[in-house]
């Protein structure tokens, strides 16, 4: 008796291939090598150091500050963008714009807005 090959029908997809898989090898060994060549050389491990001293003395103290000013900026913006709509409205009752009684951002209008019908959703009688 022939011994039979198990192949896959010719209507069902092939996820990985033998060469689909010798080629994430390849590509897995040029990103080991990228990431470790500059320290082959003594030259190159200095400057590794160098700049590894750079980012922590310089870059990573500035990211902090830059962060919250982008994250204050926006907040600006959003609360901005509510007052001139409450405005506009010529509506007399600002917790209907936000409402600072309420947890969290729950009191923001839109998601008062959208909890609102979440609640008319899952309450139908």
């Known amino acids: ?3 039979a090959q198990a192949r896959t ?3 069902a997809p092939r ?6 898989m010798s080629g994430l090898g390849v590509a897995a060994q040029l990103a080991h090598k990228f990431v470790t060549w500059p320290q082959g050389t003594t030259q190159g491990f200095c400057n590794v150091i160098k700049i590894g001293t750079f980012c922590r003395t310089v870059v990573w103290p500035c990211l902090p500050p830059l ?3 982008q994250y204050i900026r926006a907040k600006d913006e959003d609360y901005y ?3 001139v709509l409450y405005y506009k409205s010529g509506s007399k009752d600002a917790k209907a714009f936000y409402d600072t009684s309420r947890i969290g951002i729950s009191g923001h209008w839109r998601l008062q807005q959208d909890l609102e019908t979440i609640r008319a959703a899952a309450n139908v009688e």
């Not at 996820?15 to 689909?20: F, H, P, Q, Y």
Request: hydrophobic letters at 40%; glycine letters at 6%.
């Open 81 to 83: 963008t509510t007052e």
């Open 9 to 11: 029908p010719p209507h």
């Open 1 to 3: 008796a022939a011994c």
């Open 15 to 20: 996820i990985l291939s033998l060469e689909g």
């Open 67 to 69: 962060l919250m000013y």
